[in-house]
């Protein structure tokens, strides 16, 4: 798409020959004019369109940013650091262990870990705990154990506070029986399944441990799952991509076939290769195309965070809440800030119930400040980035990766775009 920059305006073309215009600091959408478009070729003009424009562009913002609070909302506990599969691309050792194996985490050492995050909710919080691996349902009386405490914490301990839990698990959905589901109802966990895409792609990226296909267990598990859903909370698909599959209308197509509540398509964040690169940006961009409506459109997670921002007006200033917000629990109860680097002992913050506020200094300035976002009309939809994919590829959190910024700038182009022309149509 052919992109012109104002001041706080991105302009854009979209394929129908439509011109759309982002506030990049109040999220808003626009359609603008061809004059408007025709000024931007001479920004040191004073035409009445340019004259125009400026305006939009010095109004004054009525949201705020979204930044971490200055406790710890959302934990994720990495209950296991083994796995039943050997994923090709995985991130976690090859083998789920991140060079740790260990097959279950101390619950009993857990618990005062949880406490003592909780104490220190103020009230009204909510308290997000993610379930890891490994394969996180090789240990499901871990998940109701903790839940279960944390739960009864809020409910008793702090009643006065008004506390909400919820509680997600991330797994390859191999291991749903009868037995583990009756565990995740326990808490009304909700599901987040790991495939990528229909068996024949599934099976050759996802396979065993003994490389035989997994598809039709995961299959038959969901069925399972789906066929008793009371205290079960939202179950959806998340899905990587990169040079191993970039096959994302396929995944796309099949994950609609089996009932889930949403579906999440995400990059390799290991793979910085600008073919694959461009390929997942294609195949996004024609997957939100295939959704015909707001609804549908909504369930890929990328597309409905876009919407939030700009429904709310109420952008990121931090991609995600790493040593701010947010806090990772290795199988072994240590501290980090990020679940990719569990494998590092270097990089733990913590261990118990004991911070190591000075490795986490770093961390105190926004993403946007820290990686010098502050000219990209993107920022708050994006909120500088993952900060492991730019590592991965720069050497540095805050130098972000060109490739990385690229492809987030040219989707968001996409999901502003349907975002006007739904909205325009009133196909809700």
């Excluded at 394969?135 to 154990?145: C, F, G, N, R």
Aim: overall charge neutral; aromatic content about 8%; proline content about 4%.
């Amino acid at each position: 798409m052919d992109k012109r920059i104002y001041q706080n305006i991105m302009a854009f073309k979209t394929p129908a020959g439509k011109i759309l215009g982002l506030h990049s600091r109040n999220l808003e959408v626009a359609e603008l004019s061809e004059e408007i478009w025709a000024s931007l070729t001479d920004t040191q003009s004073e035409s009445e369109a340019l004259l125009e424009l400026q305006d939009w562009s010095q109004e004054a913002s009525h949201q705020t940013h979204v930044s971490a609070p200055d406790y710890i909302k959302s934990l994720s506990i990495n209950v296991t650091q083994v796995c039943n599969l050997h994923c090709t691309y995985c991130a976690a050792g090859g083998d789920g262990t991140y060079g740790s194996p260990t097959k279950k985490i101390a619950v009993e050492k857990t618990i005062p870990q949880i406490k003592w995050l909780m104490d220190r909710l103020p009230s009204n919080a909510t308290f997000s705990i993610n379930f890891l691996g490994g394969e996180p349902l090789l240990y499901p009386e871990a998940l109701s154990a903790i839940g279960e405490y944390a739960l009864s914490y809020a409910q008793t301990s702090a009643p006065e506070k008004n506390i909400r839990v919820q509680f997600n698990v991330v797994t390859n959905g191999t291991l749903f029986t009868e037995k583990s589901i009756a565990e995740l109802k326990k808490i009304n966990c909700s599901i987040t399944l790991s495939l990528d895409g229909p068996p024949e792609i599934n099976d050759r990226v996802r396979p065993t441990l003994a490389g035989a296909g997994a598809t039709q267990k995961i299959l038959e598990g969901l069925k399972l799952l789906l066929s008793s859903r009371q205290g079960i909370g939202s179950i959806g698909v998340q899905a990587v991509f990169g040079k191993h599959n970039c096959e994302v209308v396929k995944a796309y197509q099949f994950f609609r076939e089996l009932g889930l509540d949403w579906y999440e398509f995400n990059y390799d964040q290991t793979n910085s290769d600008a073919v694959s690169s461009e390929k997942f940006e294609r195949e996004l961009t024609a997957v939100a195309a295939l959704a015909p409506t707001e609804v549908e459109l909504r369930k890929i997670k990328f597309f409905n965070q876009v919407f939030t921002h700009i429904d709310s007006q109420r952008g990121l200033n931090n991609f995600c809440g790493s040593g701010k917000s947010y806090l990772v629990l290795d199988a072994q109860n240590r501290a980090f800030t990020c679940p990719w680097e569990v494998n590092d002992p270097k990089l733990a913050v913590g261990s118990g119930t004991e911070l190591d506020l000075k490795k986490m200094q770093h961390l105190d300035k926004t993403q946007l400040e820290a990686n010098n976002c502050g000219t990209c009309w993107a920022r708050h939809l994006c909120g500088g980035g993952c900060m492991y994919a730019h590592k991965k590829v720069t050497g540095s959190k805050h130098n972000p990766d060109v490739l990385y910024c690229d492809r987030t700038r040219n989707l968001l182009s996409t999901a502003i775009m349907h975002y006007e022309s739904i909205r325009s149509s009133g196909l809700q």
